[in-house]
Structures are given as C-alpha cells and as structure tokens.
Nanobody, 122 residues
Framework: VQLQASGGGLVQAGGSLRLSCAVS????????VAWFRQAPGKEREEVSC????????VYEDSVKGRFTISRDDADDTVYLQMDTLKPEDTAVYYCAADLDARRCQGADFRSWGQGTLVTVSS
C-alpha cells in the first residue's frame, strides 16, 4: 500500500487548507486512515481519524469544530478540511493507515505517507 499526502502550504490565521491522502495498492474496503501532525520540538499527535468501512470519525480536542475528515470512495482519497487555522496548527502533517482495522479506536498505524508542511502565519 502507498499513501500520498498533499495540500500543505502557507496560510494566514483564520484561513483554510484541504489536505489529501491518496491510498493505492490496497483492494479491501475496510481500513482506517488518520492524520497526524508534528510541530518543531513537539511529539507527533493524532489529529483525526476515519473508518473507511463505516465512516465513523474521531477528532483531537483542539481541532473539533474546525477540522473535518472525509473520504471519497471513488478515488480512494481521504481529505482533511482545515478551517479557522491558528498559528499553533503549524506542523508537518502525515497520513497513516491501519489496513486491518475497522474502527479508529485501537488502530495500529503501520503504513505512512510522506509529510506535507502546513504553516499558519499570525
């Protein structure tokens, strides 16, 4: 399986970006995909997760109400719509998948894409 993340960039505070994670090389219709981020000097944290099989989602508290994760089954892509961005959202964002899980809870993310940098200026 391959995960290809894209969509990062520079945006002013209050602005929006949409990240994409294209999943290829996998044919089953159940797995989970999560977005993680890592800011300079900080540990990586999970931002949001979606179950491809049932569409259930999970969000980290600081992004609830601002970020929306979704999937497009037609092109096997998971999106992270990020609105009302804040400078503290600045980080490298990664997408990752657990190909054996049906739910986000307890998922073990072993397949990772490359990061995409999001910079939010104040």
């Amino acid at each position: 399986v391959q995960l290809q993340a894209s969509g990062g960039g520079l945006v002013q505070a209050g602005g929006s970006l949409r990240l994409s994670c294209a999943v290829s090389g996998y044919t089953l219709d159940y797995y989970v995909v999560a977005w993680f981020r890592q800011a300079p000097g900080k540990e990586r944290e999970e931002v949001s997760c979606i179950s491809v099989s049932d569409g259930s989602t999970v969000y980290e508290d600081s992004v609830k109400g601002r970020f929306t994760i979704s999937r497009d089954d037609a092109d096997d892509t998971v999106y992270l719509q990020m609105d009302t961005l804040k400078p503290e959202d600045t980080a490298v964002y990664y997408c990752a998948a657990d190909l054996d899980a049906r739910r986000c809870q307890g998922a073990d993310f072993r397949s990772w894409g490359q990061g995409t940098l999001v910079t939010v200026s104040s």
